[in-house]
């Protein structure tokens, strides 16, 4: 554990910029972009011994090389949204990195959760199980919401993974983090088609669609959902190309309007031989076998290869698949208490910006007596 000194710490919620002790804690994770550090925050200026000589936290503190356009661009960002389900940045201050020939690097102090959503697969996995449906919902419809507020303003996580989705299993909290990827898509302007990691990447993107939208959020979205399921998982290409390959062996293989329309320069692999006679929607069931027929006709709503037929968020929350978690007597278990708690202060407290972005469905999403 180190502690050290910044002399410009802004915060997020007032501007106020000011100079804070950091103690270090430990590593919580590390990537291509940096590392993330799990630390506290004291206000220097505090007198010793007062009320706010205090250590506040623990907080997620991304490290990141300052100064590229790739970085910056999450920082902005998370300093214009705020949502329930997003993970909220506090502070933010540059600081040179002793490990990278002092090299500054911007640092993102944000909330911390107990875990991520992968982990809690993998928890379960391991016992040889998989997450109850309940909570399976709870999280599909919160990372639904959360892309509901973010798709409105057309900023795209570009990176949805369990990984990437920060739960809180006591109560079932989420939110979604790690914003490194994320831009505000212009319509008809290119972007990078070599984004999103591989099991999670949509087929437009396989092919190398430069101009897509953020449907690509919503593949993401069904991935994880399907992992859920299935405890691992659903596509997994051992290398970018394969990925497609892994994809038709659910769906067939792509349409010719589909690769047309997402890359007319595409010459790669199509995989174009039928594997099964069945219809997908047998597929599907023999795949995800432990969800009920709601969750699998979800799935094939949002697992589809044109992006324009993918549902969007809202339509996703509208869905029957969540008609029992909208029912005011509904309540459920979490995996560290027995008694029971209710949701509905956590999936319905939406601000009034999100109930205008709900249009004809908001009877639909809303809760129901």
Same mark, same amino acid.
């Given at each position: 554990?180190?502690?050290?000194?910044?002399?410009?710490?802004?915060?997020?919620?007032?501007?106020?910029?000011?100079?804070m002790?950091?103690?270090?804690?430990?590593?919580?994770?590390? $990537?291509?972009?940096?590392?993330?550090?799990?630390?506290?925050?004291?206000?220097?200026?505090?007198?010793?011994?007062?009320?706010?000589?205090?250590?506040?936290?623990p907080?997620?503190?991304?490290?990141?090389?300052?100064?590229?356009?790739?970085?910056?661009?999450?920082?902005?960002?998370?300093?214009?949204?705020?949502?329930?389900?997003?993970?909220?940045? *506090?502070?933010?201050?540059?600081?040179?990195?002793?490990?990278?020939?002092?090299?500054?690097?911007?640092?993102?102090?944000?909330?911390?959760?107990?875990?991520?959503?992968?982990?809690?697969?993998?928890?379960?996995?391991?016992?040889?199980?998989?997450?109850?449906?309940?909570?399976?919902?709870?999280?599909?419809?919160?990372?639904?919401?959360?892309?509901?507020?973010?798709?409105?303003?057309?900023?795209?996580?570009?990176?949805?993974?369990?990984?990437?989705?920060l739960?809180?299993?006591?109560?079932?909290?989420?939110?979604?983090?790690?914003?490194?990827?994320?831009?505000?898509?212009?319509?008809?302007?290119?972007?990078?088609?070599?984004?999103?990691s591989?099991?999670?990447r949509?087929?437009?993107?396989?092919?190398?669609c430069?101009?897509?939208?953020? *449907?690509?959020?919503?593949? $993401?979205?069904?991935?994880?959902?399907?992992?859920?399921?299935?405890?691992?998982?659903?596509f997994?290409?051992?290398?970018?190309?394969?990925?497609?390959?892994?994809?038709?062996?659910?769906?067939?293989?792509?349409?010719?309007?589909?690769?047309?329309?997402?890359?007319?320069?595409?010459?790669?692999?199509?995989?174009?031989?039928?594997?099964?006679?069945?219809?997908?929607?047998?597929?599907?069931?023999?795949?995800?076998?432990?969800?009920?027929?709601?969750?699998?006709?979800?799935?094939?709503?949002?697992?589809?290869?044109?992006?324009?037929?993918?549902?969007?968020?809202?339509?996703?929350?509208?869905?029957?698949?969540?008609?029992?978690?909208?029912?005011v007597?509904?309540?459920?278990?979490?995996?560290?208490?027995?008694?029971?708690?209710?949701?509905?202060?956590?999936?319905?407290?939406?601000?009034?910006?999100?109930?205008?972005?709900?249009?004809?469905?908001?009877?639909?999403?809303?809760?129901?007596?």
């Open positions: 554990m180190s502690e050290y000194l910044v002399k410009d710490v802004t915060s997020n919620t007032s501007g106020i910029t000011r100079p002790f950091v103690q270090e804690i430990t590593k919580i994770g590390e $990537g291509a972009f940096g590392t993330v550090l799990q630390a506290n925050l004291k206000n220097a200026l505090s007198e010793p011994n007062s009320p706010q000589d205090i250590w506040i936290g907080f997620a503190i991304k490290k990141v090389p300052a100064q590229t356009e790739y970085k910056s661009r999450e920082l902005q960002i998370l300093k214009q949204t705020n949502h329930p389900n997003i993970v909220a940045l *506090k502070y933010y201050y540059n600081y040179p990195n002793k490990d990278d020939n002092n090299r500054i690097y911007q640092h993102l102090a944000m909330e911390c959760l107990p875990c991520n959503l992968q982990s809690e697969i993998k928890r379960y996995y391991i016992n040889k199980s998989t997450l109850p449906e309940n909570h399976i919902k709870i999280f599909t419809f919160q990372i639904a919401r959360a892309m509901n507020y973010l798709h409105s303003f057309q900023i795209c996580h570009r990176d949805i993974k369990p990984s990437n989705i739960i809180n299993p006591e109560n079932l909290l989420l939110k979604i983090c790690d914003f490194g990827s994320a831009k505000v898509l212009e319509p008809n302007q290119p972007s990078v088609s070599y984004i999103c591989r099991y999670y949509a087929p437009e993107l396989i092919v190398g430069c101009i897509y939208t953020t *449907k690509i959020d919503i593949w $993401g979205l069904g991935c994880v959902m399907g992992e859920m399921y299935m405890g691992k998982p659903v997994q290409g051992q290398e970018p190309m394969l990925q497609l390959r892994e994809i038709t062996k659910l769906f067939g293989p792509p349409s010719d309007e589909f690769i047309y329309n997402s890359n007319p320069q595409y010459n790669g692999p199509l995989y174009s031989h039928k594997i099964y006679n069945s219809t997908i929607d047998v597929r599907f069931q023999k795949v995800f076998n432990n969800a009920n027929l709601d969750a699998i006709d979800l799935l094939m709503k949002v697992l589809v290869y044109s992006p324009i037929e993918r549902f969007n968020p809202s339509q996703i929350m509208s869905h029957k698949y969540f008609d029992e978690i909208k029912s007597k509904f309540n459920v278990k979490s995996r560290l208490s027995n008694d029971p708690i209710k949701v509905d202060s956590l999936l319905f407290n939406f601000s009034d910006y999100e109930l205008k972005t709900f249009g004809k469905l908001i009877n639909d999403i809303l809760p129901r007596s």
